[in-house]
């Protein structure tokens, strides 16, 4: 029995240890520039991630010291937080299925069509009750200045590999003609109706195109991209974490008939 104790307990400091990548992801995410503007999505990933540390530590503990009413308690919330964190990643998955993107001949960035995006996305985060105070926040991040100082050439920027917000927001959309100066300078665009961003563009570092539809679409296009790339993380997270809620059920059950027999002595 001590044994399984000692197993019981080492699985459960593996999930406690498991919850790490969890807050790291989460920390991740938050420390980028587009999510910093969006205040309500940086943090649930790191909230988790600390509660999934708490609770495991605490069935560690109970399964050790075989403590029935720690072990209850961790089975309990460890099945709330798993149902949370699965929930949590099939929305993830679901909402930035649909990417947005499109290719624009003779260019080595994308662009991104703000309709390519699932509803969910448009109305939760680029819809203009958020859009003022997101726009204002991204224009203060210097993402855009900062493409002055890496491409000099039209060539040069013509064929760069550009972020979704560099490529929506710090540019006119390729559609309207417009000729290059230098990647935030765009002056006499050719077919300035093709496209209701070609009139809202402007030379001014504050505007630029942030009122325009790219500029929403490349700030879902950059979220749908960290998303993405965090969901690895969570998935590989959330598969181990079942794996030691179920070791952690089995280990419920033994301390629960050790107190039952140990009753009948």
Not at 131 to 148: D, F, M, N, Q, V
Not at 195 to 202: E, P, Q
Not at 224 to 248: H, M, Q
Request: proline fraction near 4%.
């Amino acid at each position: 029995m001590a044994v399984s104790r000692n197993l019981t307990a080492t699985i459960n400091f593996l999930a406690f240890m498991c919850s790490i990548p969890i807050i790291t992801a989460g920390i991740w995410l938050a420390s980028k520039q587009d999510n910093e503007c969006i205040h309500w999505i940086r943090w649930p990933v790191v909230f988790m991630g600390i509660a999934f540390l708490v609770v495991t530590l605490t069935g560690f503990v109970g399964a050790y010291w075989k403590k029935e009413g720690l072990l209850g308690l961790y089975l309990v919330c460890m099945a709330i937080l798993i149902v949370l964190l699965l929930s949590f990643l099939i929305l993830a998955f679901v909402v930035t299925r649909d990417s947005g993107a499109y290719n624009v001949p003779g260019r080595g960035y994308k662009e991104y069509s703000l309709e390519g995006f699932s509803s969910w996305m448009r109305e939760h985060i680029t819809s203009d009750d958020n859009w003022g105070g997101i726009r204002g926040c991204l224009a203060e991040t210097g993402i855009c200045p900062k493409l002055s100082h890496r491409y000099i050439t039209a060539d040069h920027f013509f064929a760069a590999h550009l972020s979704p917000i560099e490529s929506g927001c710090c540019k006119p959309p390729t559609i309207c003609g417009y000729q290059y100066v230098n990647p935030t300078m765009w002056i006499n665009p050719v077919n300035s109706v093709a496209n209701a961003d070609c009139s809202l563009w402007n030379n001014d570092p504050s505007q630029l195109c942030y009122y325009c539809d790219s500029c929403k679409a490349g700030l879902l296009g950059n979220l749908r991209r960290e998303w993405r790339k965090a969901n690895i993380i969570l998935i590989v997270s959330i598969v181990v974490l079942i794996f030691v809620y179920l070791v952690g059920c089995n280990a419920f059950r033994h301390v629960q008939s050790d107190a039952l027999f140990g009753r009948k002595k």
